[in-house]
């Protein structure tokens, strides 16, 4: 269907999908408050980063935060010193990891794949309304899904190329995830290292 598309045409493809997605991303992004109780827990956490001056511990309501690791909400800091203490400034982070999982994705369909797959799979992406809107909120479900992402990807590409850097990769997607949702990470990490002694 798509194979017969030509390089540049192919190029124009990828750029258009950046865009395209990172425009229904930020849509509306910042319209609406923040009053779901998962958003407000973790935005006003972030906040108390850039009121109590402690970047280590994170807070809630002046209590010590120790429901989810701290990843994400260093992102929501980085949001929040950009744009301000808003709902765009907390949600800009998982916006932007929403686009990277649809790149990435595009890119491992493409490579692995072929160009109809790739094509499909980002088609698929942004016209899923609960995908498009998971990574409009302020929680660290965004990052998670993009570093799981990540990790099955990098461990695939190593499975067939044997090549010690998507190993690495692997191990600190994998890592990453774990920063950021804690210990739901380790079933895919454990399911995929049962495989084979896999050692840097």
């Known amino acids: 269907m798509f194979n017969n598309v030509n ?20 849509l509306f992004l910042g319209t609406h408050p923040i009053i779901i109780l998962d958003e407000s827990k973790n935005a006003e956490a972030a906040r108390e980063f850039i009121v109590t001056g402690q970047y280590m511990i994170p807070y809630f309501n002046g209590e010590i935060r120790v429901d989810k690791p701290p990843l994400h909400y260093y992102f929501m800091n980085l949001g929040y010193n950009i744009f301000g203490i808003n709902s765009f400034g907390a949600r800009f982070f998982s916006a932007i990891f929403g686009l ?12 692995y794949f072929n160009w109809n797959i790739a094509v499909l799979t980002s088609l698929i992406f942004i016209s899923s309304f609960l995908f498009i809107q998971e990574f409009k909120l302020a929680v660290p479900d965004p990052y998670l899904i993009f570093f799981i992402s990540a990790s099955l990807f990098s461990f695939y590409s190593y499975h067939l190329n044997r090549k010690r850097i998507s190993l690495l990769l692997f191990y600190i997607f994998t890592g990453l995830g774990i920063l ?11 399911c995929i290292t049962s495989l084979g002694p896999y050692t840097l």
């Open 7 to 26: 390089l540049l045409s192919r190029n124009y493809y990828e750029i258009t999908l950046i865009i395209l997605s990172l425009f229904i991303l930020i």
């Open 100 to 111: 990277f999982t649809i790149w990435l994705s595009f890119r491992f369909a493409r490579k």
């Open 180 to 190: 950021t949702k804690g210990p739901i990470t380790l079933p895919y990490f454990s």
